[in-house]
């Protein structure tokens, strides 16, 4: 059996993510997820000869974008690539990428582990195209070819070696997502390949220095599968190492049905992909002007959000997290922020129950009806102890939702739903509650003290809940230790 905590897992990853741009990388073939197969090609994606690429300036941005958000050296010279190699869903033959001029470099994405935040360094990013799909599980006999996603534009985000278990990686997929979201240069769904990654793994000795030889697991496009490879390849290496042998560099597959890794190449039959400039592409330099441009256009990041939340606003942890998780979500935060003091309450209520209702009513979060001053005074009212908690959230809510453009003073007033706080209408109604008890009061002052409770539901039970139970709270207690 051996011993894994003696070993330390190192992790580095390739992380393709598939831009939401309306047009291919380099013609104007459409990109819509899930058209009927081989839909949307024309000879520029398909490769036919005398066909010439042309750049799209939403892949450039998008890139130079998620650049400067992380942080990273954007390169004013940039160049591409010819991958050349041989498969049945590449057509060209080769695919248009990054090779020695990467569009980004350096940076690094702030990963949250419980409430601790690690920088995870990016090493570059690079422009490229997809290939199309190749389909093994339809048909008995034949692989089938969908090449709508031929030339569709990746960015692919290259990591250094920073991550050290699959719970970070994890994190690290789960903040990537969410950024390019944030951003509005891809969907994050990794359901639908738009997010993928492959994981290059090694092990060593807790306390050494020096890295392990690593193998990387191509392809995964769901966290569960990159968790179980993870699992299993960190297992079979600390097992090889245990028994006195070496890890040999491998390019592997993951299986989901066994949940193992298997060679699909050796570092003997790693690919020569044979780079060579893009002939038909001239290097793009981009200007110190468009870069700024694009910085100037950048919103606030989720994690200068969530550290805004927490030491501007004192939200929790958790509220903080659900709020910045998603930049409307944010922006509505902030917007309500501005017209209410009590802000751990408007985050409780935005995300108890505005978001709950946008999700019954299947409503966007942006369109949901009541203004931020309503809501704010909504917020106030309950504060101020004018209107009791769950005539609150149950009715008035309800009603403003329904009639966003009344004030909700006004609707509670007119439905009655105002707590008595004022002394003269509570304290006859508190002298009734006694005199009808007058053998409980007696029990109170010899020490049952119990029976406040008792007291306060004969109070609520006859002003039909609306009394105001702090200020009902004193004038009984004044009154029961009168004698
Ligand atoms: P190559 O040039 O062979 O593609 P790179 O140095 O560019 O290799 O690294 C590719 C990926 O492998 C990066 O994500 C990097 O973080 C990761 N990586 C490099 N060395 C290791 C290692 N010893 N263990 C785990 N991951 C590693
Ligand atoms: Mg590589």
Redesign the pocket.
Known sequence: MSDQSKWEI?????VHVQLGTRSKAFCGDATTFGAEPNTQTSPVSLGHPGTLPRLNEAQVRAAVMLGLALGATISHRNSFDRKNYFYTDLPKGYQITQDAMPVCRGGALPIKLGEEWKEVRI?HIHMEEDAGKSIHDQDPRHTLIDLNRAGVPLLEI????DLRSADEVDAFMSGMRQLVRWLGISDGNMEQGSLRCDV???VRRRGDTA????C?VKNLNSMRYARRAIAYEARRQIALREAGQEVRRYTLHFDPASGTTSPLRGKEAAHDYRYFPEPDLPPLVLSDEYIAAVREALPALPWQLYRHMRAQFGLSDYEAGLLSEERHTATFFLELADHTPHFAKAANLIINRILPWCKEQDVPLHSFPAPKPALAELIGMVEAGEISHSAAWQELFPLLCAHPDTRPRTLAEKHDLLQQSDEEALVPVIEEVLAAFPDKVVAWRKGKKGLTGFFMGQIMRRTGGKADPRLTNRLLLERLKEE
């Open positions: 190192v992790i580095g990853l390739e090493h290259v990591t250094e070696p290059n793994i090694s890295f392990g030889e690593r990387e």
